[in-house]
Each structure stands twice: as C-alpha cells, then as structure tokens.
C-alpha cells in the first residue's frame, strides 16, 4: 500500500533559524514529487515538482531535493510569513494519482 | 489569468442531505481532480474527470459522484450526507498533453462543507 510520512508534525522555529522538513515514501510507479504551502482555510499552493533523484529546487529561501525514498523541504533563514502547513505528494499508483501525506506545520516567531 | 474558482465558499448541510459542489478551472485546463481534507489530514483523491468521462477514482463510495461539462468546469455531487462528510473540499486543474495528464495540478481555494 502507497504510504507517505512528513516530519516532524508540528515545528516552531525563531526567524532566521534554519531547518528542514522530511517526507518519506513508499509509493509504486513513482513518476515523481511535489511540494504545496497550505495556509488555514485555504488550498495548497504549487511550490515545486521533483521528478528524478538528486533533483533540486529553489524557491527564495526554500529548497526542495529528492532522493529515491525520501524529500526534504530546507527552509533557510525563515520568516513569519513562511508559517503555514507543507504537504508534499509523491505521483505514483497505476495512473499517477497524488498521494498526500498529513503535512508539516511550521511556525515562525519574530 | 484566472486560477481555479469554486463554489460556494462556505455549505452548512443537515446529515442525509445532498450537496452539490462547483469547480472551474484555470485557464488553458482541462481535467479536474476532486480531494477532499479532513482537518489536520492532508488531501484525500476522490476522482478525476477529463473529456467529460470520470477517468479515475480514489476509494470512495457511490454517494460521492460528479460530472464534468463541456467547457470543463466540473461539479461534485455527494448524496445522503454523513457527519463524517465534514471537511474542505478541493478542486485541482491540470491538462493532457500527448495522451498523458500533466502531473502538475493547481488547487482552487475549497468549499468547507459542514454536516450537522
């Protein structure tokens, strides 16, 4: 069975303290992985799609990499404005659906 | 360039209930996906419509239904509502190119569909 974990489940970080969120999977006919910001109420917003193993993606101070069993979302110098939930979503299954996992929630105090 | 709309914002419905949900997606789109969020859960994939056909589905039961219209907004039907039904739901736009959808699917902001 598709399985996806994010961790850590919540995490609360200074501003300007840098960190990374974790996602590993065990996904069949992976094609390749996507990253969301989610805000409260709202629905996930596009940040990156990752398609082969050592892929990397920037986006300001957020950057995304993959491996051929896990992602991770590096976070550098945060900002408030970067709190919200992350999900990341690993294609795979026999016709490519999105397979989410639970999301991170990350806070970031001034 | 008009992103992905739906409506209503907001549903309050009493449990047994039907609820119809619309979506119409971004410019240049033409498949629909339908998730729906349960709180502090991430997405669940209900089903997909492309051509007006459901072309798959996720594992839900029949009440959950939908229809896809030419000009390729989409609505979401689901029939004798459930307390469990509560949740966000969301619509995601992306589009077929060479036989093959493009994995890249941009959400509308939801319906918070509550059943009391």
């Known amino acids: 069975e598709d399985q996806v974990t994010q961790s850590p489940e919540a995490l609360r970080l200074q501003e300007g303290e840098s960190s990374s969120l974790n996602c590993s999977y065990t996904v069949s006919g992976l094609r390749g992985l996507f990253w969301y910001r989610q805000d409260p109420g709202k629905g996930p917003e596009f940040l990156f799609t990752?398609?082969?193993a050592g892929e990397e993606k920037e986006k300001e101070r957020l950057k995304a990499t993959l491996t051929k069993k896990e992602s991770f979302l590096h976070i550098t110098a945060p900002k408030p404005e970067d709190s919200a939930t992350y999900l990341c979503a690993p294609i795979g299954g026999s016709q490519g659906n999105l397979i989410f996992g639970k999301g991170t929630k990350l806070s970031v105090k001034p | 360039d008009a992103g992905v709309t739906q409506s209503p914002t907001h549903l309050i419905k009493t449990r047994g209930q039907q609820v119809t949900l619309r979506c119409s997606p971004k410019?240049?789109?033409?498949?629909v996906s339908w998730y729906q969020q349960a709180l502090g859960q991430g997405p669940q994939f209900i089903f997909q419509y492309y051509e007006e056909e459901e072309r798959q589905r996720g594992n839900f039961p029949d009440r959950f239904s939908g229809h896809q219209f030419p000009n390729y907004s989409s609505e979401l039907n689901v029939n004798a509502l459930l307390l469990g039904d509560s949740a966000l739901y969301l619509c995601a736009s992306s589009f077929l190119t060479s036989g093959r959808v493009s994995y890249e699917q941009y959400f509308g902001p939801g319906t918070r569909l509550t059943v009391t």
């Open positions: 990752l398609y082969s």
């Open positions: 410019s240049g789109h033409d498949t």
